[in-house]
């Protein structure tokens, strides 16, 4: 812990901390009585079935089926999140820099996607992108291309519909992130000579970090979990490891492998999230400016 | 039958489900213990039932939809009119064989009577987690040898079909599996189900296997052969996609249901069309969980289900396919094309292998989904 | 700030909001299709979709029942969450850093896996089939959104604001609604929006712990799977983004209002 926010904890006074201790109760009551210990029983099946012992553990490192499905989630999830962030990062700035009005506009449009049912979702993009589809109609009729986009029923789909389910999320979090910075500093910047590329870079990205931060982890874990868009616009051959453990609890009846693969997430998750908070310096961005 | 002298033989076995977390105990741990309690097993089992009598409600577990309505109509009512003073609730959400062992184990049994098919009955009734029918009252004559066994009586009959796109290939049709993994005589996009119910039979027929050898499954050579038209399919998961897939023209030939070919056929106005020639056919099968509460009424009520006309009106509303053959005869001119379990439908078929599926369907599905998605 | 590359940024987020609204454009036409399956209307309009969602007491019972299972489960969310995010950020030890990550485990372990256990757990309590229990267990689930999106925007606010609040006297409840909480009231309502479209959309916890007591709007639009797709979902996509815009344009024209009034008054 740096010393920074060592004395700044020590600060507030005896009665303050107490208020501030209480706060964290509701939740944290929530969350041990009505998720952890539910679930505690449940992670216990990954050491007990079929037999006593690790066995679902070594899954990990000699069953090709799980390591695939693992895998193919893995990297989904991360170039969901990377373009999901690029393409949210671009939106979120353009909305605070929008007059008033324009952010309301802006805020609808970016909601857009929460009203719409994942399976209707998928059925419009389906609708849209397959290849006697709205677009490749549109696009053949016009001369453009000759041969249909092949946009749907392939990863480009399971791209293309998860970065869209995923956008609100990251929009949301860096614009509510963006709204607590102000923008005078951007101006004192340019006053000081900066050019505008040096003081969006220098002054105004520096200080979206957290957001940044904020919107990948929301991202990449909800993106983790996915699996009804996966399947339909993957054309049924992306196998998700939501799905997989899905299977494996609801129909196989493995629940040994499927509570050992959700342990798994779990712990990798947080270990992926504890690198994160020693690579980025989370204290320094949660701690005092 | 009192309550009074049972309940301290009752609370003796709560006290053993505590211990045991609720897992339900197989048949001879069962006796034993009811032995060391002195009482005689049929008494614990019944006495919940005996002590609601059979007014209480039956919950029925089906998928949902139509089928919902279509139960209703044609099976629940005909048996509350046939009853009067008994209920039957449908559940809709859906008999996962998850839900149903948490259920068994959790030692609270809410549902009756439930929704699935033979071969499931099989793998769950190994499991335990399954009562056996009674066939003191239900009648395991009037259904198909094939379609009965210690734990599940056949409900109705459903078969996997080849469906295809009449306008395709200039009038040529394909008539069988062959044709579908024929990609430069029919070239197009396939469909196939993300389960291996008749996706495995198909591509072994295909393949040039004969039906009555296709049991037990070569699992490569069935794999192997979706590997080779993977990239030209498209593997759905809910029936309605695939359905979609077929009318939208995004796919032209390939497996579906043919409680949805048949509408399917309607909605495009003949354009998509189906064959009972090679089809699977199976059977859906009623099954009870184990510790259910309904007793004696929920064999009553699988039994009126046997009723020929019942199933008749539920070939009409839903497609689904008698199980008892003297339905199957009994159908009026416009429904014999439609009914699966009809002699001259029933013979072009391969019936789904019950034993086979009971037996690998874990291993096997998950090689599957693993062949289509690598 | 036009030389900002403003042109060039006003474009792309332009680009990147209509691939947002896209979808839109297949969901309106397919609420109005007069085919009992989700297709494009051909061969004539029919409003007999809406007319489902507004009469049918099967779609009005399950937009009740999920519009109170996620109103309810928010605001528990939303009060455990931010109160939660705040003590975390004012107290910042690691042990609170420990909190704010425990605080995410709903969101990684597969739902699946928490119906399991929450199913065994509400069978104990009788909790089995109630609606409190939904709301409970999507409040729970609902969390990870709340501390998320409030830890992001509470970042940028500078602690020395909240000590000086203190130092003229203010008490802790004071500091806390009148200066931290009225300047992440952007993260407060996203951690919101975030939770409610959470138990709005969620499917597998009210399959296994609802019963046949509860049918909820995502029960209904799942439970035609078998055969067709009602359009009566497109339908309620269509009347919440309609409903979302009424909002929006009775919130402008409020501001135009009051903007009005303050330009006379001064």
């Known amino acids: 812990m740096s010393a920074a926010s060592t004395t700044f904890a020590a600060q507030p006074r005896r009665g303050f901390r107490g208020f501030y201790v209480l706060m964290l109760a509701p939740a944290l009551v929530l969350l041990l009585g009505l998720y952890?210990?539910?679930?505690?029983?449940?992670?216990?099946?990954?050491?007990?079935?079929?037999?006593?012992?690790?066995?679902?553990?070594?899954?990990?490192?000699?069953?090709?089926?799980?390591?695939?499905?693992?895998?193919?989630?893995?990297?989904?999830?991360?170039?969901?999140?990377?373009?999901?962030?690029?393409?949210?990062?671009?939106?979120?700035?353009?909305?605070?820099?929008?007059?008033?009005?324009?952010?309301?506009?802006?805020?609808?449009?970016?909601l857009f996607p929460f009203w719409i049912s994942v399976l209707v979702r998928s059925f419009a993009w389906i609708t849209l992108l397959r290849s006697e589809g709205v677009l490749n109609t549109a696009l053949r009729g016009t001369g453009l291309i000759e041969e249909p986009l092949m946009l749907v029923r392939n990863e480009t789909g399971v791209l293309i519909g998860m970065v869209h389910a995923m956008l609100p999320y990251a929009i949301l979090t860096l614009y509510a992130n963006m709204r607590g910075i102000d923008l005078r500093l951007m101006t004192a910047a340019r006053g000081l000579g900066a050019g505008p590329v040096a003081a969006f870079l220098r002054v105004f990205l520096p200080m979206t970090r957290p957001g940044i931060l904020g919107a990948t982890v929301l991202v990449f874990i909800i993106s983790l979990g996915f699996y009804v868009t996966p399947a339909i616009l993957g054309g049924g051959r992306t196998l998700m490891i939501a799905e997989y453990v899905a299977l494996q609890i609801n129909e196989t009846l493995r629940w040994g492998l499927g509570t050992m693969l959700a342990t798994t997430l779990g712990i990798s998750v947080m270990g992926i999230m504890w690198l994160m908070s020693r690579v980025l310096d989370v204290k320094r961005l949660f701690g005092p400016a | 039958m009192t309550q009074e002298p049972a309940q301290d033989h009752l609370d003796a076995l709560d006290h053993f489900r505590e211990r045991t977390e609720g897992r339900v105990i197989d048949r001879r741990g069962f006796l034993a213990i009811c032995a060391a309690i002195g009482m005689p097993a049929g008494l614990a089992r019944l006495t919940p039932a005996a002590a609601q009598g059979t007014n209480r409600e039956l919950v029925l577990v089906n998928w949902g939809g139509d089928a919902v309505r279509g139960m209703r109509a044609h099976f629940v009512e005909p048996y509350i009119r046939a009853n009067p003073g008994r209920r039957v609730a449908i559940d809709g959400t859906g008999p996962s064989s998850g839900r149903i062992r948490l259920m068994v184990q959790s030692g609270r049994v809410t549902w009756d009577v439930m929704d699935r098919n033979l071969h499931t009955a099989l793998e769950l009734g190994r499991e335990n987690i399954l009562e056996d029918i009674d066939y003191a009252i239900v009648d395991r004559s009037k259904v198909r040898p094939e379609h009965a066994n210690q734990w599940g009586i056949g409900n109705y009959t459903y078969a996997h079909v080849l469906t295809y796109n009449t306008r395709r290939w200039g009038g040529r049709v394909p008539t069988t599996w062959k044709d579908v993994w024929d990609l430069r005589g029919f070239p197009g996009r396939r469909a196939f189900r993300r389960t291996i119910d008749g996706a495995l039979e198909a591509a072994l027929m295909a393949d040039g296997v004969a039906k009555e050898s296709i049991y037990p499954i070569d699992m490569k050579r069935a794999l192997d052969g979706h590997k080779a038209i993977k990239n030209q399919t498209i593997y759905y998961n809910a029936i309605a996609e695939g359905q979609a897939a077929f009318r939208d023209n995004e796919v032209q030939l390939g497996l579906l249901l043919n409680t949805r070919s048949w509408p399917l056929?309607?909605?495009?106005?003949?354009?998509?069309?189906?064959?009972?020639?090679?089809?699977?056919?199976?059977?859906?099968?009623?099954?009870?969980?184990?510790?259910?509460?309904?007793?004696?009424?929920?064999?009553?009520?699988?039994a009126s289900t046997q009723e020929p006309q019942r199933q008749i009106e539920l070939l009409r509303s839903n497609g689904y396919g008698p199980v008892n053959p003297a339905a199957s005869a009994a159908l009026p001119e416009d429904l014999r094309p439609l009914d699966p379990g009809r002699e001259e439908n029933y013979a072009r078929m391969l019936p789904g292998g019950v034993a086979w599926y009971a037996e690998h369907a874990t291993n096997a599905l998950q090689q599957y989904l693993d062949a289509i998605s690598s | 700030m036009a030389q900002d590359g403003g042109a060039l940024r006003r474009v792309l987020a332009g680009l990147i909001l209509a691939f947002l609204v896209l979808p839109a454009f297949v969901v309106f036409p397919v609420s109005l299709t007069p085919n009992r399956y989700l297709s494009l209307p051909s061969g004539g309009v029919s409003w007999q979709h809406w007319q489902t969602l507004f009469t049918d007491p099967v779609w009005l019972s399950g937009i009740r029942e999920s519009v109170l299972i996620a109103s309810l489960s928010t605001a528990l969310a939303l009060a455990a969450g931010t109160a939660c995010a705040i003590g975390c950020w004012r107290l910042g030890s690691r042990l609170t850093d420990m909190v704010r990550s425990a605080m995410i485990l709903p969101l990684m372990i597969p739902t699946i896996v928490y119906a399991l256990g929450i199913y065994r757990f509400y069978v104990e309590l009788d909790l089995i089939g109630t609606m409190l229990g939904v709301i409970l267990a999507h409040a729970v689930t609902g969390l990870p959104y709340v501390v998320l999106t409030v830890t992001a925007s509470l970042a940028n606010l500078d602690p020395a604001l909240e000590r000086a609040a203190r130092s003229l006297?203010?008490?802790v409840p004071q500091t806390l609604t009148r200066v931290i909480v009225p300047n992440i009231i952007p993260g407060i309502l996203?951690?919101?929006?975030?939770?409610?479209?959470?138990?709005?959309?969620?499917?597998?916890?009210?399959?296994?712990?609802?019963?046949?007591?509860?049918?909820?709007?995502?029960?209904?639009?799942?439970?035609?799977?078998?055969?067709?797709?009602?359009?009566?979902?497109?339908?309620?996509?269509?009347?919440?983004?309609?409903?979302t815009l009424a909002v929006l344009l009775v919130e402008l024209g409020l501001r135009r209002r009051r903007q009005f009034r303050a330009a006379r008054d001064t």
Not at chain 1, 75 to 91: D, E, F, K, M, S
Not at chain 3, 191 to 215: K, M, N, P, T
Not at chain 3, 224 to 237: C, K, Q, R, S, T
Request: charged residues 15%; negative net charge; hydrophobic residues 55%.
């Open chain 2, 265 to 302: 056929k309607n909605d495009t106005n003949g354009v998509c069309d189906y064959t009972f020639n090679e089809g699977i056919v199976w059977v859906a099968a009623w099954m009870v969980p184990k510790g259910a509460q309904g007793g004696r009424a929920i064999w009553e009520f699988i």
């Open chain 1, 36 to 110: 952890v210990l539910p679930l505690f029983g449940v992670v216990l099946i990954s050491v007990t079935e079929p037999r006593p012992g690790l066995g679902n553990y070594e899954l990990l490192l000699t069953s090709a089926s799980v390591q695939r499905a693992l895998w193919t989630t893995g990297r989904i999830a991360v170039l969901t999140t990377l373009i999901t962030l690029i393409l949210g990062y671009i939106v979120a700035y353009a909305m605070r820099m929008a007059s008033e009005g324009a952010q309301r506009w802006m805020l609808f449009c970016v």
């Open chain 3, 190 to 243: 996203s951690g919101g929006i975030f939770a409610f479209i959470h138990s709005w959309d969620e499917l597998i916890i009210v399959i296994f712990i609802g019963g046949r007591e509860l049918f909820t709007l995502p029960q209904l639009i799942w439970d035609g799977i078998n055969e067709n797709l009602d359009p009566a979902i497109a339908a309620v996509a269509s009347a919440l983004i309609l409903f």
């Open chain 3, 169 to 171: 006297g203010a008490s």
